[in-house]
């Protein structure tokens, strides 16, 4: 089993569309939570960073870390096509590290 | 913006050439990785650096070998390319003590 699981996808709704994505994970000793953004083609981006259990908003994107569930979710509120793409989750901390051990990626598509 | 720079960007070699990926980012990070992908797969860590003169292999294993001689340099050569090694190499550099990882736009290997 992984130790970060993410659905790959792909995720295909509607232009303005309230999208929720997952992770789960096993690993307890976690601290940092984190999602990347990658368009076709491109690295990986920085979208959002969180430390410990909480809500952290930017925009139209709110992370969210359930440490006791070892569960986190990136919602994207008022989704546009500009958004399409690959979002991987991304973890680190603790006795694990500061190695990143990342999601597989979940594929969205919003369409006009 | 992340000042963290890969070259070439596309490349197409035959079966048993030499390649050399270069990677470079002017952040000053002492942590530099590379990961592969294949297209709509997940990050594949092959190698990573703490700083100067230091190089570990990753999780997966790889024939790529990577050098750290400078700070901002961290190149990965493969002395005789195959078919199997087609894939795309993502670099990244750690922002120190928070695990946040920046990511150069990639280089695309295609092998004859």
């Known amino acids: 089993q992984k130790e970060v699981e993410q659905d790959p996808g792909p995720l295909s709704v509607p232009e303005g569309a309230i999208v929720s994505l997952n992770c789960t994970y096993s690993?307890?000793?976690?601290?940092?939570f984190m999602w990347y953004r990658q368009y076709s083609r491109k690295g990986p981006e920085l979208l959002m960073y969180?430390?410990?259990?909480g809500n952290k908003e930017d925009g139209r994107f709110t992370a969210q870390v359930d440490k006791s569930s070892k569960y986190i979710s990136l919602f994207i509120r008022d989704s546009q096509p500009s958004d399409s793409a690959t979002y991987l989750c991304?973890?680190?901390?603790?006795?694990?590290?500061?190695?990143?051990?990342f999601g597989g990626g979940t594929r969205l598509m919003v369409k006009p | 913006e992340a000042d963290i720079y890969q070259t070439p960007r596309y490349l197409v070699i035959g079966t048993g050439k030499k390649i050399t990926l270069e990677c470079s980012q002017t952040?000053?990070?002492?942590?530099m990785y590379w990961y592969q992908q294949d297209p709509g797969m997940e990050l594949h860590l092959i190698h990573y650096?703490?700083?100067?003169?230091?190089?570990e292999k990753g999780d997966l294993s790889s024939e790529s070998t990577v050098s750290r001689i400078r700070t901002e340099h961290f190149p990965l050569t493969l002395e005789s390319a195959r078919p199997s090694h087609t894939s795309q190499y993502l670099c990244?550099?750690?922002?120190?003590?928070?695990?946040?990882?920046?990511f150069g736009e990639g280089s695309r290997l295609t092998v004859l």
């Open positions: 952040m000053g990070h002492d942590k």
């Open positions: 690993n307890s000793a976690f601290q940092y």
């Open positions: 990244a550099s750690e922002k120190q003590g928070t695990g946040e990882l920046f």
């Open positions: 991304a973890m680190s901390g603790g006795f694990a590290g500061n190695m990143l051990t």
């Open positions: 650096s703490y700083g100067v003169n230091s190089t």
């Open positions: 969180t430390y410990s259990s």
